[in-house]
């Protein structure tokens, strides 16, 4: 079965402080996708980032970063002085190959950065 | 990539009638998904919406409660019937053009059961 745990429920943090998001995923394939997903009070869901199971690299983008690392099934995200407007609930969640598309999704960590 | 029209955008209905949301892309995909995401939870899948055949179903969601329809592979339909209180949530139409993208949702719609 596949499982994609956060543990984190609400995180609160100050204005510029860095904030990581932990994500821990399941899955007996060896195939597979890890997605982040952002969904600000509006509630559409924003694509963050999409890895592979093939590719350890880890990304960064502007003041986002992920850490991917399979001997621990994590997949986290770190945010580099972090924003008011990152207020929001963020969700990882796992495309297994050979499941037809389907996410599975993470419980979400709600982030709460005060200015 | 893949833009998604979703309606309603939100409403309030009557327990007991049922509620039909429309997903419209703007491109041709391959699978189209349905999503529930009760308050303060998460996203669950209810079913993948299968063009020309039935839906299929995942763990404790049924047809009955949840019929889909999906005539072409540009559009989809979820119904909700026989709405209860427990039914408010959004729900969500997410589309994936390949296995190798991220899904791209619809904006949501709002279900409140009063």
């Known amino acids: 079965a596949q499982k994609v745990t956060q543990a984190q429920t609400e995180i609160s943090v100050v204005e510029k402080e860095d904030v990581t998001l932990d994500c821990v995923y399941e899955?007996?394939?060896?195939?597979?996708?890890l997605f982040w997903y952002k969904q600000p009070p509006s509630g559409e869901l924003v694509f963050l980032i999409r890895?592979?199971?093939?590719?350890?690299q880890n990304e960064i983008s502007g003041r986002y970063s992920w850490n991917f690392q399979k001997s621990t099934s994590s997949f986290n995200f770190t945010i580099t002085a972090s924003q008011v407007v990152d207020s929001a609930v963020y969700f990882c969640?796992?495309?297994?190959?050979?499941?037809?598309?389907?996410?599975?999704f993470g419980q979400g960590t709600e982030l709460s950065v005060k200015p | 990539s893949a833009v998604i029209s979703q309606k309603p955008s939100r409403d309030i209905c009557q327990r007991g009638t049922s509620l039909t949301i429309q997903c419209q892309v703007d491109?041709?995909?391959?699978?189209m998904f349905w999503y529930r995401q009760q308050p303060g939870q998460s996203l669950t899948l209810i079913a993948t919406?299968?063009?020309?055949?039935?839906?299929?179903?995942e763990s404790g969601f049924v047809i009955d409660k949840f019929p889909i329809s999906r005539p072409n592979l540009t559009f989809s339909t979820l119904t909700v019937s026989n709405m209860s209180p427990e039914d408010s949530s959004i729900y969500l139409c997410?589309?994936?053009?390949?296995?190798?993208?991220?899904?791209?949702f619809g904006q949501g719609t709002r279900l409140t059961v009063v």
């Open positions: 997410s589309v994936e053009t390949d296995m190798n993208t991220e899904a791209f």
């Open positions: 969640a796992l495309r297994v190959y050979n499941q037809g598309g389907k996410l599975i």
């Open positions: 890895r592979n199971s093939f590719d350890e």
């Open positions: 491109s041709q995909v391959t699978m």
């Open positions: 899955t007996r394939d060896t195939t597979y996708y």
């Open positions: 919406a299968n063009q020309g055949s039935e839906a299929t179903y």
